[in-house]
């Protein structure tokens, strides 16, 4: 029996997984570790999204905590390097882009362990970002790239990845999305906030660019003050906004009709997603989210490693500016929001393309 050992870190990584787990649970050809890093060890970033997507305890509990780039990616290295070699699997899949994916990968390449990397071949061509440094170098030393697009094929194709290394497999937060659909659209979670469906924004805003800079920081409050006049914001907050906010003296509370809530779990935030408006993010899985769901989103960013959502999908990259957030978004308000189409490979199956694959290859 062949050992595959999965790691993850973050909320996108659980999702991610959960539809994997559930292909390998009775598959007797292999046996499946999962490895958490802590890397998200708060609990509505963390054990609630095990709870809900069914996901069993992990194998192997890190417990990495916060810290810098450097200090978590070091941790990580350390402690994920003593269970590999303790238990040597034949196959290594990480996922996304975070911390935690680099640094098994990295120790995992030096130990001889073959990489699966699912959600391969995104890009958004902004080393500043954290995790375009991850991606780089996570698919540079990986045996096996899972992408989620013809674009990302495209993206490792001219970095010089040999084309038999990559397989086009979809996208597979899809699948979390459609073996949850019918809690997702029957939750209706909009009603404990008094909220009627399709008569509020939701917002989610937590990257470094956006909240650590006090004045694109601004730039987005000014934003929010002008858009709430015409309708609710309503704003499930991330731990760094809140400290940042904090930190910079952003009085969000003073937005009148913004209104501020504790982190939601996964299903209940993709409930939000589905019954409102629109979506204000700076989130790369509700970019793709959205677009399954086909409501217009609104990404406060300068570029995006997910340029399907905008070429395909509802998205629209608005920027940090003041009057570019509020122009595009009121227009949508008004009547004019944009539709979008399900990208090829979208379809709830990617974990089983990529377990045909796996059965293939080791």
């Known amino acids: 029996m062949k050992k595959i050992f999965i790691i993850v870190g973050t909320r996108p990584n659980f999702i991610k997984v959960a539809p994997l787990l559930i292909q390998l649970k009775n598959n007797k050809k292999y046996k499946t570790v999962l490895i958490h890093s802590g890397q998200h060890y708060d609990y509505y970033m963390s054990k609630v999204f095990f709870d809900e997507l069914n996901i069993n305890p992990p194998d192997h509990y890190l417990n990495i905590g916060s810290g810098s780039q450097g200090y978590q990616t070091a941790e990580i290295m350390k402690s994920i390097e003593v269970v590999l070699t303790e238990n040597k699997p034949d196959l290594m899949i990480v996922v996304g882009d975070v911390n935690t994916t680099m640094a098994a990968s990295i120790v995992a390449a030096k130990l001889y362990i073959k990489i699966a990397h699912i959600e391969s071949g995104l890009r958004s061509y902004d080393k500043k970002m954290p995790e ?3 991606r780089i170098i996570t698919d540079s030393i990986s045996n096996y790239l899972f992408t989620h697009s013809r674009g990302a094929d495209k993206n490792l194709i ?3 990845i040999p084309k038999d290394k990559i397989f086009f497999v979809g ?7 459609i073996n949850n659909l019918e809690k997702i659209q029957s939750r ?4 404990e906030f008094n909220l009627n469906r399709k008569d509020f924004i939701l917002l989610t805003m937590h990257r470094p660019s956006n909240v650590d800079n006090e004045e694109v920081f601004r730039s987005i409050a000014g934003a929010l003050e002008e858009i709430a006049k015409n309708m609710k914001i309503v704003f499930p907050i991330h731990p760094r906004t809140v400290k940042m906010a904090e930190k910079l003296n952003i009085k969000l509370s003073k937005i ?3 209104k501020i809530i504790n982190p939601l779990s996964y299903i209940d935030l993709l409930s939000m997603e589905n019954d409102s408006r629109c979506i204000i993010t700076d989130s790369g899985g509700i970019q793709e989210e959205s677009t399954f769901l086909n409501v217009p989103c609104f990404t406060i960013r300068e570029n995006t490693e ?3 959502t905008i070429d395909i999908g509802s998205n629209i990259l608005v920027g940090t500016k003041t009057k570019d957030i509020v122009s595009n978004v009121e227009n949508c308000l008004n009547g004019n929001c944009k539709q979008g189409n399900i990208p090829e490979l979208w379809d709830g199956s990617t974990s089983k393309r990529i377990i045909e694959v796996i059965n293939h290859e080791i």
Do not use: W
């Open 132 to 134: 375009e440094i991850n």
């Open 158 to 160: 001219s970095e010089g």
């Open 171 to 177: 996208n597979i937060m899809i699948d979390t999305i």
């Open 188 to 191: 209706e979670k909009y009603r």
């Open 256 to 258: 009148k009709n913004l």
């Open 306 to 308: 997910r340029p399907i």
